[in-house]
């Protein structure tokens, strides 16, 4: 530590020197007048004593220092102080000053980690002797105690910001450095080192094409900048110029848990080209990040693999799991990217995703990801992989996620990423639902939740050949639009309009079909102006709007509409609906022929892998071209098929239109009967069901029938209030098969399998209270898992069902429920309960009973309900269970008695299966085996039955070890039980 009192400051460690030496050799080219920051020191002074200049290394401190030195003309002392100084030596040394008028404090940023030294500075500082100014130069701040000496008045701080070269100075230093320098040029070397004068003269220096980072600037950076740091504080200065910006919680994923305490440290220097400012997030600190200077980074960056070559693998790969576990995953990427390593990218991104709770929210990043990493090393992860399939579903690239379908499919991956993805099956499903074959082996899959229910009963009512059951949900908002296009093909237009003023509404163009192809031209305007602008362009919305357009008779706008869509349409599967409905738009131009020749044979095959929905429509429109065309036999072979389809799918959308134009056809071939059977059939079965534009258009091409007596019904809204109550035709009977699996259900002989077990237990529930049961009660019994809002929303669902599978509308009064009156409801459950207890009551049993005894117990092959859990379904599973293996035990006493030992096997096996441990059972089954004269096959059954009651840590009774020791069987009427 020196004292100089002279104009001059001394060199550190030396002693006194001449006036005109200075400590550092500065080339006087490099030093440019300041005027504003002249000022700005000036007007410090005037507010106190003390001076402090805060700010990095090379942010020209003691230039300005010793500018302001010489504009003062009298005595300065300079104070250099050094880190390994004694108390003794800075207090000689700043009583030795204390006479001077002008003190000039360097270097102060060495004595701030002494407690000592920094107490003998702040002292000195905060009580400076009469008549002297102190300017303090470091680098580092002096912490709490700067506050204290500005609220005593006594200091003035001056920041980073003041030193930095202003505009106005940039074309000054240019000169004064390298004068053939243009303006821009300079201006944009001084962005780049954003105001940091040693890399602004530097650079201007050495600035040339060829070398636009000289290593004398990165060897300037790592001695004055990076060296006298900590080596954590190095660690993570480095790494962080490998950021946009270097946070709090950045620090922790590449330091860990030291890291917060390091970036404190960090914080707290006067870095140049650093900037302190707010981090990521509503609630960050005002100054929680450090910005890097584009120079630096680079200079950082040229510097971090050669000082930290052997960590710096391990800690790209910690801080890029640090970003993917925050939910950071562009910028996970961006690191992996920068560092050239597309596997770690892959590796972060898999960790991240997997502990999503779901996956769809970076769906919109992944074709970002393709770009940056590359598919295949995408695919190389099962969890990417779902993501990738996801993303092409929702940009609608379906003919690509489909080949990565199959090749997945092929290579034996799609188990592994659906069990990774669950939630995937649902976009699967979606994704081949114009390729329900292929999409078959998904349906089964119940591992994701009501948007794969959305996509099952879509695939299901398109393409299904019994009638599809709609899910439970009943507002399904996003999946609202695949519902809907099944609900479409039922006919069930009505429902559809209902959800207008829902969030089932928005966004939705199976709204604007079912108002179009219902006659509700403004409902259908005002649906399609419900469609997002930017969403209109989607090729299902454009076929919504050319066909709004054909039933506004703009024909020529819906083919152009469709031409222009076709393409996209072809990569979202909807390629057929495209070419129908252009094929419908020439029929209705009066080009029967064209109409037919545009529908090429893969349209119009049944028993093709297309949705059966589509091929009825399209068989539809090539019906009535062939009546356009007079070419009825045509019409019959075309028609036919497709009416009958329908009919047995339930899919009414468009089945009273084929109706018409196949009894047309028929009328026109003179088969009048024909043409009377199918309009009786069809009007009785779909009710108000269906679409008035298409049966209209049918109609309207149907001159025989209405010129005829074959349509009693003189206008179509006639015909829909006539349908209306055929809609409200019961069944005569059905019948409940609850003991097979799954449970049937029989409607007039009719046998449907019943899609949910909720429908066959409502039944049975019925079944069970012929008088009707308290509707809440009813409820409670069938969702006893939820509340009463929400079961009350699942009861109507099943209600509807009811009606759905069977055509059964149940009765209420007051508040109960019933089945009703006129529909016989034969459950073999009760068949069989009341034939058990009937043969309780008597004593001798003839052949008839006999008989009567041997079809109830056939009536029970199995358990009750199997797969149902609810509570009152077990008692009743328990209760006839105990009934049946006492009517069995029935029969075989008869059997026995009567040596029928055939009869006596084939239900004793049957009762054991289900009850293992029936000691009576087992010895029947060895009394019947003695009278065939078999007494192996008796000795296996007492074996069988030693080990079944060995599992209960029991013995066989003695009636069965009689048995077993008996040489000849007792009479069975002696030991019969009562």
Same mark, same amino acid.
């Given at each position: 530590?020196?004292?100089?009192?002279?104009?001059?400051?001394?060199?550190?460690?030396?002693?006194?020197?001449?006036?005109?030496?200075?400590?550092?050799?500065?080339?006087?080219?490099?030093?440019?007048?300041?005027?504003?920051?002249?000022?700005?020191?000036?007007?410090?002074?005037?507010?106190?004593?003390?001076?402090? =200049?805060?700010?990095?290394?090379?942010?020209?401190?003691?230039?300005?220092?010793?500018?302001?030195?010489?504009?003062?003309?009298?005595?300065?002392?300079?104070?250099?102080?050094?880190? /390994?100084?004694?108390?003794?030596?800075?207090?000689?040394?700043?009583?030795?000053?204390?006479?001077?008028?002008?003190?000039?404090?360097?270097?102060?940023?060495?004595?701030?980690?002494?407690?000592?030294?920094?107490? #003998?500075?702040?002292?000195?500082?905060?009580?400076?002797?009469?008549?002297?100014?102190?300017?303090?130069?470091?680098?580092?701040?002096?912490?709490? =105690?700067?506050?204290?000496?500005?609220?005593?008045?006594?200091?003035?701080?001056?920041?980073? !910001?003041?030193?930095?070269?202003?505009?106005?100075?940039?074309?000054?230093?240019?000169?004064?450095?390298?004068?053939?320098?243009?303006?821009?040029?300079?201006?944009?070397?001084?962005?780049?080192?954003?105001?940091?004068?040693?890399?602004?003269?530097?650079?201007?220096?050495?600035?040339?094409?060829?070398?636009?980072?000289?290593?004398?600037?990165?060897?300037? =950076?790592?001695?004055?900048?990076?060296?006298?740091?900590?080596?954590?504080?190095?660690?993570?200065?480095?790494?962080?110029?490998?950021?946009?910006?270097?946070?709090?919680?950045?620090?922790?994923?590449?330091?860990?848990?030291?890291?917060?305490? $390091?970036?404190?440290?960090?914080?707290?220097?006067?870095?140049?080209?650093?900037?302190?400012?707010?981090?990521?997030?509503?609630?960050?600190?005002?100054?929680?990040?450090?910005?890097?200077?584009?120079?630096?980074?680079?200079?950082?960056?040229?510097?971090?693999?050669?000082?930290?070559?052997?960590?710096?693998?391990?800690?790209?790969?910690?801080?890029?799991?640090?970003? !993917?576990?925050?939910?950071?995953?562009?910028?996970?990427?961006?690191?992996?990217?920068?560092?050239?390593?597309?596997?770690?990218?892959?590796?972060?991104?898999?960790?991240?995703?997997?502990?999503?709770?779901?996956?769809?929210?970076?769906?919109?990043?992944?074709?970002?990801?393709?770009?940056? #990493?590359?598919?295949?090393?995408?695919?190389?992860?099962?969890?990417?992989?779902?993501?990738?399939?996801?993303?092409?579903?929702?940009?609608?690239?379906?003919?690509?996620?489909?080949?990565?379908?199959?090749?997945?499919?092929?290579?034996?991956?799609?188990?592994?990423?659906?069990?990774?993805?669950?939630?995937?099956?649902?976009?699967?499903?979606?994704?081949?639902?114009?390729?329900?074959?292929?999409?078959?082996?998904?349906?089964?899959?119940?591992?994701?939740?009501?948007?794969?229910?959305?996509?099952?009963?879509?695939?299901?009512?398109?393409?299904?050949?019994?009638?599809?059951?709609?899910?439970?949900?009943?507002?399904?908002?996003?999946?609202?639009?695949?519902?809907?296009?099944?609900?479409?093909?039922?006919?069930?237009?009505?429902? #559809?309009?209902?959800?207008?003023?829902?969030?089932?509404?928005? &966004?939705?163009?199976?709204?604007?079909?079912?108002?179009?192809?219902?006659?509700?031209?403004?409902?259908?305007?005002?649906?399609?102006?419900?469609?997002?602008?930017?969403?209109?362009?989607?090729?299902?919305?454009?076929?919504?709007?050319?066909?709004?357009?054909?039933?506004?008779?703009?024909?020529?706008?819906?083919?152009?509409?469709?031409?222009?869509?076709?393409?996209?349409?072809?990569?979202?599967?909807?390629?057929?609906?495209?070419?129908?409905?252009?094929?419908?738009?020439?029929?209705?131009?009066?080009?029967?022929?064209?109409?037919?020749?545009?529908?090429?044979?893969?349209?119009?095959?049944?028993?093709?892998?297309?949705?059966?929905?589509?091929?009825?429509?399209?068989?539809?429109?090539?019906?009535?071209?062939?009546?356009?065309?007079?070419?009825?036999?045509?019409?019959? &072979?075309?028609?036919?098929?497709?009416?009958?389809?329908?009919?047995?799918?339930?899919?009414?959308?468009? =089945?009273?239109?084929?109706?018409?134009?196949?009894?047309?056809?028929?009328?026109?071939?003179?088969?009048?009967?024909?043409?009377?059977?199918?309009?009786?059939?069809?009007? !009785?079965?779909?009710?108000?069901?269906?679409?008035?534009?298409?049966?209209?258009?049918?109609?309207?091409?149907?001159?025989?029938?209405?010129?005829?007596?074959?349509?009693?019904?003189?206008?179509?809204?006639?015909?829909?209030?006539?349908?209306?109550?055929?809609?409200?035709?019961?069944?005569?009977?059905?019948?409940?098969?609850?003991?097979?699996?799954?449970?049937?259900?029989?409607?007039?002989?009719?046998?449907?399998?019943?899609?949910?077990?909720?429908?066959?237990?409502?039944?049975?529930?019925?079944?069970?209270?012929?008088?009707?049961?308290?509707?809440?009660?009813?409820?409670?019994?069938?969702?006893?898992?939820?509340?009463?809002?929400?079961?009350?929303?699942?009861?109507?669902? #099943?209600?509807?069902?009811?009606?759905?599978?069977?055509?059964?509308?149940?009765?209420?009064?007051?508040?109960?429920?019933?089945?009703?009156?006129?529909?016989?409801?034969?459950?073999?459950?009760?068949?069989?309960?009341?034939?058990?207890?009937?043969?309780?009551?008597?004593?001798?049993?003839?052949?008839?009973?006999?008989?009567?005894?041997?079809?109830?117990?056939?009536?029970?092959?199995?358990?009750?309900?199997? /797969?149902?859990?609810?509570?009152?379904?077990?008692?009743?599973?328990?209760?006839?269970? $105990?009934?049946?293996?006492?009517?069995?035990?029935?029969?075989?006493?008869?059997?026995?008695?009567?040596?029928?030992?055939?009869?006596?096997?084939?239900?004793?096996?049957?009762?054991?299966?289900?009850?293992?441990?029936?000691?009576?059972?087992?010895?029947?089954?060895?009394?019947?085996?003695?009278?065939?004269?078999?007494?192996?096959?008796?000795?296996?059954?007492?074996?069988?039955?030693?080990?079944?009651?060995?599992?209960?840590?029991?013995?066989?009774?003695?009636?069965?070890?009689?048995?077993?020791?008996?040489?000849?069987?007792?009479?069975?009427?002696?030991?019969?039980?009562?």
């Amino acid at each position: 530590m020196t004292d100089m009192s002279t104009a001059s400051p001394a060199p550190r460690g030396a002693g006194p020197t001449p006036p005109d030496a200075w400590p550092m050799s500065a080339d006087p080219s490099a030093t440019i007048a300041r005027a504003a920051l002249s000022r700005r020191i000036a007007d410090g002074f005037a507010r106190g004593p003390v001076v402090m =200049v805060v700010a990095g290394t090379g942010t020209g401190k003691t230039t300005i220092a010793r500018l302001v030195a010489k504009e003062r003309q009298e005595r300065v002392g300079w104070v250099a102080l050094e880190s /390994g100084s004694t108390a003794d030596d800075l207090r000689r040394v700043l009583h030795g000053a204390s006479t001077t008028p002008f003190v000039v404090l360097d270097d102060v940023e060495n004595v701030v980690d002494d407690p000592d030294l920094i107490g #003998i500075l702040v002292g000195y500082l905060a009580s400076p002797p009469a008549g002297t100014e102190i300017l303090a130069l470091t680098t580092r701040s002096l912490g709490p =105690v700067v506050g204290e000496l500005v609220l005593a008045g006594t200091c003035d701080v001056i920041g980073p !910001s003041d030193l930095g070269v202003r505009s106005e100075e940039v074309a000054a230093l240019a000169a004064a450095v390298r004068p053939g320098l243009s303006e821009a040029e300079a201006t944009r070397i001084a962005e780049r080192a954003e105001g940091w004068i040693a890399g602004c003269v530097l650079l201007m220096r050495l600035f040339g094409p060829s070398a636009p980072l000289s290593p004398v600037l990165v060897d300037l =950076v790592e001695a004055r900048i990076v060296d006298g740091l900590s080596l954590d504080e190095q660690d993570l200065l480095l790494a962080g110029s490998l950021l946009d910006r270097l946070t709090r919680q950045d620090t922790v994923g590449l330091l860990g848990p030291r890291g917060e305490s $390091v970036f404190g440290a960090l914080r707290t220097r006067m870095l140049p080209m650093i900037e302190r400012g707010p981090g990521r997030g509503e609630n960050a600190a005002p100054e929680d990040a450090l910005f890097y200077a584009p120079l630096l980074k680079e200079c950082l960056q040229e510097i971090l693999p050669r000082r930290r070559a052997g960590r710096l693998p391990e800690l790209r790969r910690r801080f890029a799991m640090h970003l !993917s576990l925050a939910g950071r995953f562009d910028a996970a990427v961006d690191w992996c990217v920068r560092a050239g390593d597309p596997r770690l990218a892959v590796e972060v991104l898999q960790e991240g995703i997997s502990r999503l709770p779901d996956p769809t929210p970076i769906v919109p990043l992944v074709e970002r990801w393709v770009e940056l #990493i590359g598919e295949p090393y995408l695919l190389a992860s099962d969890i990417l992989t779902a993501c990738r399939i996801r993303a092409l579903h929702a940009v609608r690239r379906i003919d690509r996620a489909v080949v990565l379908i199959h090749q997945l499919e092929r290579d034996g991956r799609m188990d592994d990423v659906v069990a990774v993805d669950p939630g995937i099956v649902g976009v699967v499903l979606w994704t081949l639902h114009s390729r329900p074959g292929e999409a078959e082996q998904y349906v089964d899959d119940r591992r994701d939740g009501h948007r794969a229910d959305a996509v099952r009963f879509m695939i299901a009512a398109t393409s299904g050949t019994e009638p599809a059951l709609s899910p439970l949900t009943t507002r399904w908002e996003n999946m609202a639009p695949v519902v809907h296009w099944g609900m479409l093909w039922q006919g069930r237009c009505m429902e #559809i309009l209902g959800t207008v003023g829902t969030s089932d509404a928005v &966004d939705n163009p199976n709204i604007v079909l079912a108002a179009a192809w219902t006659g509700r031209t403004e409902d259908a305007e005002a649906a399609w102006q419900d469609i997002p602008a930017e969403r209109r362009a989607r090729p299902h919305a454009q076929f919504a709007r050319a066909a709004l357009d054909i039933a506004g008779g703009e024909t020529d706008r819906a083919r152009r509409v469709l031409r222009e869509s076709a393409e996209a349409a072809r990569s979202t599967g909807g390629e057929n609906h495209h070419e129908i409905l252009d094929a419908w738009a020439a029929l209705k131009k009066g080009s029967p022929a064209e109409a037919a020749a545009a529908l090429r044979p893969g349209l119009v095959e049944l028993d093709g892998v297309e949705r059966r929905a589509i091929t009825e429509w399209a068989r539809l429109v090539l019906g009535l071209a062939m009546l356009d065309l007079d070419r009825p036999r045509d019409t019959v &072979d075309v028609l036919g098929p497709a009416v009958e389809s329908m009919l047995r799918s339930r899919r009414h959308l468009m =089945v009273a239109a084929a109706g018409y134009a196949l009894a047309e056809a028929h009328s026109r071939l003179g088969d009048e009967s024909a043409a009377r059977a199918v309009l009786a059939d069809f009007r !009785s079965r779909v009710g108000s069901l269906g679409s008035s534009y298409w049966a209209d258009e049918a109609l309207g091409r149907c001159y025989r029938l209405r010129s005829g007596d074959l349509l009693n019904l003189a206008t179509p809204q006639e015909t829909a209030t006539s349908s209306a109550t055929a809609d409200d035709r019961l069944p005569q009977r059905v019948d409940l098969r609850p003991f097979h699996e799954p449970p049937g259900v029989v409607v007039d002989g009719v046998e449907s399998m019943a899609r949910r077990m909720k429908v066959v237990e409502l039944i049975a529930d019925l079944a069970q209270h012929p008088d009707g049961i308290e509707r809440g009660r009813l409820q409670e019994r069938l969702f006893p898992e939820v509340g009463r809002s929400r079961g009350g929303n699942h009861f109507r669902q #099943i209600i509807f069902r009811l009606r759905e599978l069977t055509g059964v509308r149940l009765e209420r009064s007051d508040n109960a429920v019933s089945w009703p009156k006129s529909v016989e409801l034969v459950a073999e459950d009760d068949t069989f309960e009341r034939a058990a207890l009937a043969v309780r009551s008597i004593k001798e049993l003839n052949a008839e009973d006999m008989r009567f005894l041997r079809e109830a117990v056939d009536l029970a092959p199995g358990v009750y309900l199997p /797969g149902s859990n609810l509570a009152w379904v077990e008692q009743r599973r328990v209760y006839l269970s $105990v009934l049946h293996e006492e009517a069995v035990s029935t029969l075989l006493w008869c059997a026995v008695e009567a040596s029928d030992v055939e009869m006596v096997r084939r239900y004793a096996s049957r009762a054991l299966e289900s009850n293992p441990f029936s000691e009576e059972i087992y010895g029947l089954l060895m009394r019947a085996e003695y009278l065939g004269g078999n007494r192996v096959a008796a000795m296996a059954v007492y074996r069988r039955a030693h080990s079944a009651l060995a599992e209960l840590g029991l013995e066989p009774g003695p009636e069965l070890r009689r048995l077993a020791q008996a040489a000849v069987p007792t009479t069975p009427r002696a030991t019969r039980r009562s």
